[in-house]
């Protein structure tokens, strides 16, 4: 009997890279390589010919000539005489003003419409899906638009709240009058909100390139300070419940160190509101909201809270009954049935498709072109586009902004994720 | 002989049941329970499924609402009163045919969460005890794993030891080997085997025959929400009284 002591050898043939499961793969692999390689270069190739055709060469100096145009809303300072990588900058910051805002205001929405979803209550849970359903099935740029035509159409003019003479001898009311004891104009030009104002303020230290505020550092400080604190309260009281059982109240006292701190210091200030007062024909004083602005976030917000419910939802479905079941036959309330067994579980399931939520509102600020929000798409791949005739530089810059943002966003919530996920499996 | 004195019923009354129903919308769930357990009593609940055991001992913590009649636990009244059905609880342990072990924490935080949250126990103790019960159920190794990691018989013996770790003084077993391969159901209840022989008091649904000849003083059979019949085990298998416990003994055990 012959002894099978050696791995069988089979000669090679060229056929075997096609026909073979050890090769066939490698085979596949290459070749769409290839093809891959050859469709990028034949694209690099054809942008560089077609610019050499027009003439135009691919740098970036443009961004450091005269913008020459305007921007509404400007929260680093700007004119008509900054660069067009200023304007980038103010773009940039007006997008993440809306996405953070945005995000901040769907989370809190979508956690409450997706747990009321739930509820038992036979109204509250249909209206709640009457909202999900309408708002997420209705293209996001009619739902921007239709905000800012309720706000820009709608609103009174700035003389409906005037109060004349002969109305006040009268005693009737004006057309309009301000909302939320008399602080906020909704207008048709804007909506004009308190500004708030220091009398002592800590001024501000001009670094060359940017304005350091120091009383907005200072108030960041002392919040951060605040939390920090508190995180060591809540540590020895957990501390102290291990040691002798009995968890101390803390509550009252997180209220005093989170909030005391900061109205000290708001107080040390001279903090105080510039209520926005009707002076001929507009509002002046305060801070003048555009409603682009205030459309964008209410209509991204509304859209992406009707998907964050339903991924609220289908995370606390995701936790059987067995599991409250269990907490419940052991003595646990409610309450810390939810906090101690429910939400860390619900929260492995909910934040994975919570990061998409993140980066898809991001992206869809740039949709703000659609009521003039000069953000990032606005301004850069916008005016200074069309200004310089530079499309392939401002596009790919735009490009690679954006996928920088994302993929921040992305690395900070898988940070998240990864501490509330199962340690062991 | 030494273990049937350990097993010495007392007088005194754990659990009182009257003229209780329940219903699910229109579905009368159960008709006119009536029955008492004495304390250190072990009792076997069995019966078609649908019929209403596994609702009857949710009644007794209160998983499930009862509509009509009463349930006295231990001389507390279940009522809508939350101070009635925390105290109720927490006299009474219970275990799942599904473990329901909480995924996100390890064994021993399991074993711990309960008597540091509601007993108020400092944390030192409360490990010190689970660790007493892991030992019980002999698996006190398994510590600071997770219940991923854990056989389903394992995963059972630390949901026994979760309720044990309480100190209850009734628990109610739910069908507690069904979910198991025939090989994990042996060291499920040897455990409770265990558990009885020290005088718990013990409510258990489930069709382990053996176990209820083993350890029951009484077999309660159920049918369509009612109680159809109830006797010593003995009497039970080997004289059933009513049609019904024939047909469904004989299906049982027939094979």
């Known amino acids: 009997m012959a002894m099978a002591t050696d791995v069988p050898k089979d000669s090679f043939r060229l056929s075997m890279l096609v026909y073979d499961t050890r090769y066939r793969s490698y085979t596949i692999q290459i070749v769409v390589l290839l093809l891959f390689a050859m469709a990028v270069a034949w694209l690099l190739n054809n942008t560089a010919q077609n610019l050499a055709a027009r003439g135009k060469e691919f740098n970036f100096a443009f961004l450091w000539q005269r913008a020459g145009y305007d921007i509404g809303q400007q929260l680093i300072p700007y004119t008509n005489d900054s660069t067009h990588f200023r304007a980038l900058l103010v773009g940039l910051i007006n997008t993440l003003v809306v996405a953070f805002w945005g995000c901040i205001f769907a989370t809190i929405l979508g956690v409450i419409v997706g747990v009321l979803r739930l509820s038992h209550n036979w109204l509250i849970s249909r209206m709640m899906t009457v909202y999900v359903e309408t708002f997420r099935n209705i293209p996001l740029l009619l739902w921007i638009l239709l905000s800012y035509v309720i706000l820009s159409e709608t609103t009174p003019q700035p003389r409906d709240f005037r109060v004349t003479d002969e109305m006040a001898a009268a005693g009737e009311a004006p057309a309009a009058s301000m909302i939320f004891f008399d602080t906020v104009a909704v207008t048709n030009r804007g909506t004009n909100v308190p500004a708030p104002l220091f009398e002592r303020g800590l001024g501000s230290v001009d670094l060359g390139f940017v304005t350091l505020n120091l009383t907005l550092l200072a108030a960041l400080a002392v919040v951060a300070g605040s939390f920090w604190v508190n995180h060591r309260l809540v540590a020895a009281a957990r501390a102290q419940q291990e040691a002798t059982g009995v968890r101390p109240a803390t509550w009252w006292k997180s209220i005093l160190i989170l909030f005391g701190p900061f109205i000290a210091l708001m107080a040390a200030l001279g903090f105080h509101l510039e209520v926005p007062e009707l002076k001929g024909f507009n509002f002046t004083g305060g801070i003048l909201v555009a409603h682009s602005f205030t459309a964008l976030l209410i209509a991204l917000t509304l859209y992406t809270a009707a998907f964050i419910a339903e991924i609220v939802r289908a995370g606390i479905q995701a936790i059987s009954r067995g599991q409250s079941e269990a907490a419940f036959a052991l003595g646990l309330r409610p309450n810390r049935t939810t906090r101690l067994i429910i939400l860390p579980q619900a929260l492995r399931v909910i934040i994975p498709p919570l990061i998409s939520q993140y980066l898809n509102l991001t992206k869809n600020t740039s949709l703000g072109i659609a009521v003039s929000y000069l953000d990032l798409r606005g301004t850069l791949g916008g005016i200074s586009l069309n200004q310089t005739g530079r499309e392939l530089e401002c596009m790919l810059l735009m490009m690679l902004i954006y996928l920088t943002i994302s993929l921040i966003i992305s690395a900070a919530m898988n940070l998240y994720n990864r501490s509330v996920q199962l340690k062991a499996r | ?255």
């Open chain 2, 1 to 255: 002989m030494a273990e049937a004195a350990k097993m010495q019923v007392s007088d005194e009354v754990a659990i009182q049941i009257t003229g209780m129903n329940k219903w699910y919308g229109q579905f009368h769930v159960l008709r006119d329970i009536n029955m008492t357990v004495m304390r250190g009593e072990r009792i076997v609940i069995c019966g078609p499924s649908g019929s209403g055991k596994s609702t009857l001992i949710r009644c007794i913590n209160r998983l499930e609402e009862h509509q009509q009649g009463q349930i006295i636990v231990d001389g507390t009244e279940l009522t809508n009163d939350l101070k009635n059905i925390d105290k109720v609880r927490s006299e009474v342990g219970m275990v799942f045919q599904h473990f329901n072990l909480f995924p996100h924490l390890t064994i021993l935080e399991n074993l711990t969460l309960a008597p540091i949250w509601v007993r108020k126990v400092p944390k030192k103790e409360a490990e010190e005890t689970a660790m007493y019960f892991l030992s019980k159920v002999k698996i006190p190794e398994q510590a600071h794993k997770y219940p991923g990691q854990l056989s389903g018989g394992q995963q059972q013996r630390v949901a026994i030891a979760r309720s044990l770790c309480m100190k209850p003084r009734i628990m109610l077993f739910d069908e507690p080997t069904s979910a198991l391969d025939p090989e994990m159901i042996k060291e499920v209840l040897d455990t409770m085997i265990q558990l009885a022989q020290e005088g718990m008091t013990m409510l258990c649904v489930t069709h382990e025959m053996g176990f209820a000849q083993a350890v029951a003083n009484r077999v309660i059979f159920m049918d369509q929400g009612q109680i159809v019949e109830q006797n010593a085990p003995k009497e039970f298998f080997s004289n059933p009284q009513s049609e019904r416990t024939k047909l469904f003994l004989s299906q049982i055990l027939g094979h």
